[in-house]
């Protein structure tokens, strides 16, 4: 149990059914009636936002989660990794994993997230090196431009990048907002 006194951004707590995590909290005590809680939640299984007001001193029950480093190994139906410790596969939906499957390469390690033993999401690095498969041709002696085109990489996913990238190069890429960092 955790009081909502002691909320903290990151907490994570299981309010209604729903596993929620703590992205803000603003304790409020006004002139009259009693102290409270509000408070911005997002859902981890949807990814959804909440607001919700608790009382102040309010008992709520705390999720616990636990993560482990994975390896990415392959995509079939299903997404499936294995435990770098003991070797266990364990299979995640696209539901599970949403925009994130842009950003994954095989071998990759990411890190599972579980509550109560059933994976629930993925963390990944936070930058990834992957190839350009396919983009424009890039203008000859175009090195330095704050010109952008689009490309896409081995992975799937559609980035924008500097004029001067052609098919085959190597480029850094922040899977937090898929933006284009440099070529490797």
């Known amino acids: 149990m955790i009081s909502t006194n002691d909320f903290k951004n990151g907490v994570t707590i299981e309010y209604e059914g729903d596993l929620l995590e703590v992205i803000y909290f603003q304790h409020v005590k006004p002139g009259k009636g009693g102290a409270f809680v509000r408070t911005k939640l997002k859902n981890l299984l949807t990814g959804a936002i909440y607001e919700k007001t608790f009382r102040a001193d ?4 705390r999720a616990i989660l636990e993560t482990r480093k994975m390896q990415y190994l392959y995509k ?3 997404y499936n990794f294995m435990d770098n410790l003991n070797f266990e596969q364990v299979s995640l939906e696209e539901e599970q994993i949403k925009d994130k499957k ?5 071998n990759m390690e990411v890190t599972m997230v579980f509550h109560k033993g059933k ?6 690095p936070t930058f990834i090196e992957a190839k350009v498969k396919n983009t424009e041709p890039g203008i000859k002696g175009d ?3 704050s010109s952008f085109k689009p490309a896409e990489i081995e992975t799937g996913a559609k980035v924008q990048v500097p004029l001067f990238i052609e098919n085959g190069d190597i480029i ?3 899977t ?6 440099t070529r490797v």
């Not at 309010?58 to 029950?61: A, H, N, P, T, V």
């Not at 994976?119 to 990944?124: P, W, Y």
């Open 76 to 78: 079939d139906e299903l």
């Open 143 to 145: 090195t330095v431009s």
């Open 102 to 106: 842009y950003y994954l390469l095989e």
């Open 119 to 124: 994976a629930i999401s993925i963390d990944l």
């Open 176 to 181: 937090r907002s898929g933006e284009y960092i």
């Open 58 to 61: 309010e008992k709520l029950e």
């Open 172 to 174: 850094r890429v922040d």
